[in-house]
């Protein structure tokens, strides 16, 4: 079983900022890269940032490039840090991951966490 668990959520003022932590629980986990992902009330889930693990190369959807980083702690640990935060980043973060997981491609991703709840106000 294939656990993934985010933390690090919370509530912030705009301009704020936060950092995520997703931990893989089973070292056997086969995947291709990580990814998070954020769900709003009422909206689909949105492709938030994600990193290759054998280049690292990452890639960032267009409404948090230059704020937020994704980077790789260990072979289990993802983190999120997010900078200057606005009111419309208030979401339910998921981090994700699988063998064939690409990118922004959420279809690609067999693995996902609970999410951790990331409130900013205004």
């Known amino acids: 079983q294939v656990h993934l668990v985010e933390s690090g959520g919370g509530l912030v003022q705009a301009g704020g900022s936060l950092s995520l932590s997703c931990v893989v629980s089973?070292?056997?986990?086969?995947?291709?890269?990580m990814g998070w992902f954020r769900q709003a009330p009422g909206k689909e889930r949105e492709f938030v940032a994600s990193i290759n693990w054998s280049d690292k190369r990452t890639v960032y959807g267009d409404s948090v490039k230059g704020r937020f980083t994704i980077s790789r702690d260990n072979a289990e640990t993802v983190n999120l840090q997010m900078n200057d935060l606005k009111p419309e980043d208030t979401a339910v973060y998921h981090c994700a991951a699988g063998p064939g997981a690409q990118a922004m491609a959420i279809y690609t991703y067999d693995y996902w966490g609970q999410g951790t709840q990331v409130t900013v106000s205004s």
């Open positions: 089973s070292l056997t986990i086969s995947t291709n890269g």
